[in-house]
């Protein structure tokens, strides 16, 4: 079993709809939590960190963690077409920066205009 | 903001040549420097943890005499893929750590190794 899983997609929805996208982890160790958006050939951007368990929400963004559950998802509020891209969780044990990250495979969300 | 920079963009090399792939932390400080490799649809994986000054620390199952790691000041880190073959085609990702800020990575844009 892979430590994180995610659903690679692609995801396809209309614009203006609200996106769900989760991954689900298997090392209870983890504490930290972040997604982080990559257009195509690029380098990952981070969105959203968060801490242990609980919501955290920037702007159209909402990030939320269910450690009981091993289970994180983001929200995507009235998406926009340039949303599109890969949309990577990835997670730590000791802090986003201290160590490496373990990253799932990333979701391929498409806004449909 | 942190920004990160990667060179080359992308290579194209035989195969049996050594490739340098620098990144640099361009307005901050970086003691700490990972490097991912991610194939195509699949997540990025950490190969090894470059921290300022001293030896690299590789995952399991990277091969340090393969990929030689430099992390020579507080703003380069460089990856080489020594002797390089068409299994190593890949997207090399670096990231970096603010000296300040110990909680989030910075990652450059990545660069696209082809071995023919």
């Known amino acids: 079993q892979k430590e994180v899983e995610q659903d690679p997609g692609p995801l396809s929805v209309p614009e203006g709809a609200i996106v769900s996208l989760n991954c689900t982890y298997s090392?209870?160790?983890?504490?930290?939590f972040m997604w982080y958006r990559q257009y195509s050939r690029k380098g990952p951007e981070l969105l959203m960190y968060?801490?242990?368990?609980g919501n955290k929400e920037d702007g159209r963004f909402t990030a939320q963690v269910d450690k009981s559950s091993k289970y994180i998802s983001l929200f995507i509020r009235d998406s926009q077409p340039s949303d599109s891209a890969t949309y990577l969780c990835?997670?730590?044990?000791?802090?986003?920066?201290?160590?490496?990250?373990?990253f799932g495979k990333g979701t391929h969300l498409i806004i449909q205009p | 903001g942190a920004v990160v920079s990667q060179h080359p963009s992308r290579v194209i090399c035989k195969s049996g040549t050594s490739v340098k792939i620098e990144c640099r932390s361009l307005?901050?400080?970086?003691?700490?420097m990972f490097w991912y490799r991610q194939f195509p649809k699949q997540s990025l994986m950490l190969m090894a943890t470059?921290?300022?000054?001293?030896?690299?620390?590789?995952e399991q199952g990277v091969e340090k005499d393969k990929f030689l790691i430099n992390h020579a000041s507080l703003t380069l880190s460089t990856l080489t893929v020594t002797s390089a073959h068409p299994e190593d085609s890949s997207f090399y990702i670096c990231?970096?750590?603010?000296?300040?800020?110990?909680?989030?990575?910075?990652f450059g844009p990545g660069t696209r190794l082809t071995v023919l």
């Open positions: 990231s970096a750590r603010n000296r300040r800020d110990y909680n989030e990575q910075f």
């Open positions: 968060t801490y242990s368990s």
């Open positions: 470059s921290n300022e000054g001293s030896k690299a620390t590789y």
């Open positions: 090392n209870s160790a983890f504490q930290y």
């Open positions: 990835a997670m730590s044990e000791t802090g986003g920066g201290a160590d490496g990250l373990t």
């Open positions: 307005d901050f400080q970086a003691t700490t």
